[in-house]
């Protein structure tokens, strides 16, 4: 025998077809996410005075906060290759939590709050824990983990809102900064500007630190390297089980306090609040270009997504679009926009 | 195994090959991919009645040849005749409905159908909208029947040996009345006893009027059946000869062209007896056992062996990306504690994967990301916060060094040839400071002028101290590159041989686990 080899690999196939440059499409996917935003923008201006309104605005930027943090949690588990069904069953635990302990403890808010924060960060390590150690498909372990904290957060409460909470529990999803009040004429107040929104500013500022992680630290890197290829990470030292687990937990926990945030803004708590928002998530990331496959995916980018599923909810309620027919256009946005993704992705 | 025979040792194939107007005639090919031309001005033809080898080296063009006649993608240049009429392939549904059937080396079959569904898969017989189970049991049964196999057609696939599996790939390939047929190294994975029967396999369809491209790297197997072969090198045409006419050693050197001194660099390093890696004892169960092996500063030591040997699973083991069972790893005097690769690179060990697509690189990240990956601590401050201008530098460094072709740092490492996907992780270990590197198959699926740069590379580390072990299939590049080399079977090692006192021969023979050639008889 003179030689012993296998068949040489196939020369890297040509990537035929598409004219663009990948530069150019992640330009064109971006611009087309932000492109539909103005556009919805400005024909909701005109269908309805009063859609562009400072307080309207503040008004959509509060609706969004939710499907952002989702969003922003969603989009990192999706960058390495996973998906998180959980958020929206594990935000409503999370309030939940948050709430009996104000009323049955007799905690402080703080305090309250931080421990549905953790509910939800606990969560995240069990999903973890699931898809890294158990090794279970993370569809599979987020799913049982949506049913899972539904079911909890349906039996601590009896099926029943947790209410009477006291107007401190209130300030979080209702609170305002830099609100200016005048007194009128009348003797009434009279609100000048409504302020920023306490879960804006917390949407701001996370979305802010989150996209610092990952655009600019190594552990954000190694989210990327993961979703990229898991194995070349492994062999490159990647702690490959370990960056997994926390996105899930970073997933969790936002979901946690998107979740204090919510029933802060009812200033009740709703065992059956967050139901079907992981979709919501999830669609804000895909809009903003994040592929389900994994190894691509901005935060700028699930913001502008998580702001066009915002806008197209408040616009169309605006101009009286029954709620049905919301669904069926959010829908069609959805498949249209990981259309154009599966064009940019196109061999 | 056969090793040692020649085609003088063997009955000779009756030649029916029979002349006149070939089959299938493809004229000055040419096939240029971004970056590689893969054929240049390539011709073949193939007649009736004939088993005709293709024969060449990695990275010859073969498998690029075999594409475009089955219609996977169509040549940049030139024309395929077949039956007389000039063809262009939009697929390979339209070659095969035509009669050019191939048989992939990874074979294409649903392993969760029964043979008698596969073979019939997207044609099955009907009955109204309802499949007639009857009919296909029975054609699928007739198919095996003409080859002779033994096989059930109610089998679910997934329950075959590959030989069997190898069979029903033939059926369905004669169910479709194919007359010519590609056999992409079918003996590669198959016992002797199941070559015996693929060989009768092959007689019959010969006699039948088929056209057979037979492709393989066991030129002593070739004997048996081949009628005519025909030599490609570096993607270009050396010559057609009867088999008859020709001998193994002609073949080999019309493949490899040069002389080795021309292929590989001369070496600068020279072997000290200084260790760097030692190796002992080392087993993984049931995978291999007993391994033992020092590798020393400045030389390139070898590892050879036939596929599954335990040469990719022993420097897995070493890298901590498998588990080991026994035996303990010594590095420049300390022994290592290495449960994982993490635990493996921080000690300065590096494994460059066989599979650099599914294992080494990050396919969809950019170079400077894909360089950095493993050494991020030095590209980051105390925070975890990467700083790009290190990182760029680090990146533009390697990219130098290694005199990587890339339009920017940022370009996706998969737009990339092969031979510069290579370097990228090669300057990935050597920003990682790795004081031993395990190439595994480096040069598999890259251009000659990159291995030889690869090669030159591989030089200079070792002559800088770093340890070099180089994982190969290719005997001429471990002839050619190294300066001893171990040969394993079975998961163990059966010798370890000064390269320069040593020939393909030996090294061949204890990789058949014959032990010493002395001892042979």
């Known amino acids: 025998m003179t030689m012993t080899v296998t068949t040489p690999p196939a020369k890297s196939p040509a990537r035929s077809g598409g004219r663009l440059s990948d530069r150019q499409k992640d330009l064109l996917q971006k611009f087309a996410a ?3 935003l103005l556009v919805l923008i400005v024909v909701f201006s005109l269908t309805s005075s009063a859609f562009f309104t400072v307080n309207n605005g503040m008004t959509i930027a509060l609706q969004v906060t939710s499907i952002a943090l989702l969003g922003i949690g969603a989009t990192c588990v999706i960058i390495t290759g996973g998906i998180d069904l959980s958020v929206g069953s594990v935000l409503a635990l999370a309030g939940v939590v948050a709430a009996l302990a104000v009323k049955e403890l007799g905690m402080p808010v703080p305090i309250a709050m931080m421990i549905g924060i953790l509910t939800g960060s606990l969560c995240g390590v069990i999903n973890g824990v699931l898809v890294t150690k158990m090794r279970l498909p993370p569809f599979i372990a987020t799913l049982g983990m949506m049913l899972i904290a539904r079911g909890v957060a349906l039996q601590i409460t009896g099926a029943r809102a947790v209410s009477g909470l006291g107007e401190s529990f209130g300030e979080l999803g209702n609170g305002a900064l830099f609100r200016v009040v005048t007194i009128g004429d009348d003797g009434f107040p009279n609100v000048a500007f409504p302020g920023i929104p306490y879960p804006v500013i917390l949407m701001v500022v996370i979305a802010l630190a989150v996209a610092l992680m990952l655009n600019r630290s190594v552990l954000g890197r190694h989210i990327y390297a993961v979703g990229s290829n898991a194995e070349a990470a492994r062999l490159s030292g990647v702690n490959v089980s370990g960056v997994t687990c926390f996105t899930y937990i970073l997933s969790g926990s936002l979901a946690g306090l998107t979740g204090c945030v919510l029933m802060s803004r009812l200033v009740t708590a709703q065992p059956n609040e967050g139901v079907m928002y992981e979709l919501d998530a999830i669609a804000s990331a895909v809009i903003g270009g994040t592929s389900l496959i994994g190894g691509v995916g901005t935060i700028s980018g699930t913001f502008i997504g998580s702001f066009v599923i915002g806008i197209l909810r408040n616009g169309l309620n605006m101009n009286g679009v ?14 249209l926009t990981v259309w154009i993704d599966q064009l940019r992705n196109r061999r | 195994m056969g ?11 009756p030649q029916s090959a029979a002349q006149g107007e070939p089959l299938l005639a493809l004229e000055n090919i040419t096939k240029e991919f971004p970056g590689v031309k893969a054929l240049q001005g390539v011709s073949f033809n193939l007649r009736r009645h004939e088993v005709h080898a293709v024969c060449g080296e990695n990275g010859a063009g073969k498998s690029t040849l075999m594409k475009i006649i089955s219609g996977v993608f169509p040549p940049t240049s030139g024309r395929i005749v077949y039956k007389g009429q000039p063809r262009q392939f939009a697929s390979p549904l339209e070659a095969e409905a035509v009669g050019i059937a191939i048989i992939h ?17 997207a044609r099955e017989p009907r009955r109204g909208f309802l499949i007639d189970r009857r009919k296909l049991r029975a054609d699928a049964k007739a198919c095996l029947d003409r080859l002779g196999v033994a096989v059930d057609p109610d089998r679910l696939v997934r329950e075959l040996s590959v030989a069997q599996c190898q069979m029903v790939e033939i059926a369905k390939a004669l169910s479709l009345n194919a007359e010519v047929l590609i056999m992409d190294e079918p003996t590669s994975s198959l016992t002797e006893q199941e070559t015996r029967l693929l060989f009768k396999v092959i007689h019959d369809l010969k006699a039948a009027g088929v056209g057979i491209i037979y492709i393989s790297h066991r030129l002593d197997e070739m004997a048996e059946i081949v009628d005519r072969v025909t030599v490609l090198r570096d993607g270009r045409y050396v010559a057609t000869d009867d088999f008859a006419m020709t001998s193994v050693d002609e073949i080999v050197a019309r493949m490899v062209g040069r002389s080795l001194e021309e292929k590989f660099p001369e070496r600068t390093s020279r072997p000290t007896s200084d260790v760097i890696l030692a190796v002992r004892g080392l087993t993984r169960n049931g995978v291999f056992s007993d391994i033992d092996f020092e590798l020393r500063r400045g030389e390139i030591l070898g590892f050879a062996g036939l596929m599954g040997a335990g040469r990719t699973e022993v420097a897995r083991a070493i ?20 449960r994982s690769p993490r635990d493996a690179i921080a000690a300065g060990l590096a494994y460059l994967s066989e599979d650099r697509k599914a294992q080494g690189l990050a396919v969809k990240m950019p170079v400077d990301a894909n360089m950095t990956l493993a050494n991020m601590d030095e590209v980051s401050n105390r925070f975890g916060l990467i700083d790009f201008a290190k990182h760029a530098k680090a990146a533009r460094e390697y ?27 090669i300057g990935k270990w050597l920003f990682r400071k790795s004081r031993v590197l395990f190439f595994d198959e480096p040069t598999r699926g890259i251009d000659v002028g990159a291995k030889f740069a690869i090669y030159k590379i591989m030089d200079e580390l070792a002559a800088e101290g770093i340890g070099v072990v180089l994982i190969s299939s290719e005997l001429p590049e471990i002839l050619g590159m190294t300066d001893r080399v171990c040969v394993f079977h079975h998961g163990r090692i059966t010798g ?15 990789a058949s686990g014959y032990g010493r050639p002395d001892s042979r008889h």
């Open chain 1, 34 to 36: 932000l492109g539909s």
């Open chain 2, 496 to 510: 370890v041989l000064e390269t320069a006192r040593t020939s393909q021969e030996e090294i061949m023979h204890y």
């Open chain 2, 105 to 121: 080396q990874e074979l294409n079959l649903v392993p969760h159908l029964s043979v008698a569904e596969n073979i019939y898969l």
């Open chain 1, 322 to 335: 029954s709620a049905f027919t919301q669904q069926i256009i959010i829908g069609l946005v959805i498949l």
């Open chain 2, 3 to 13: 090793y040692g025979q020649t085609a003088g040792e063997q009955p000779r194939a």
């Open chain 2, 319 to 338: 890298f901590g990306a498998d588990a080991i069972d026994a035996g303990t790893v010594t590095l420049e005097g300390r022994q290592l504690v290495i």
């Open chain 2, 399 to 425: 990219i130098d060094l290694l005199s990587i072709k890339t339009p920017s740092i940022k370009q996706p490492v998969r737009l990339l040839s092969g031979g510069n996907q290579q370097k990228i992780i």
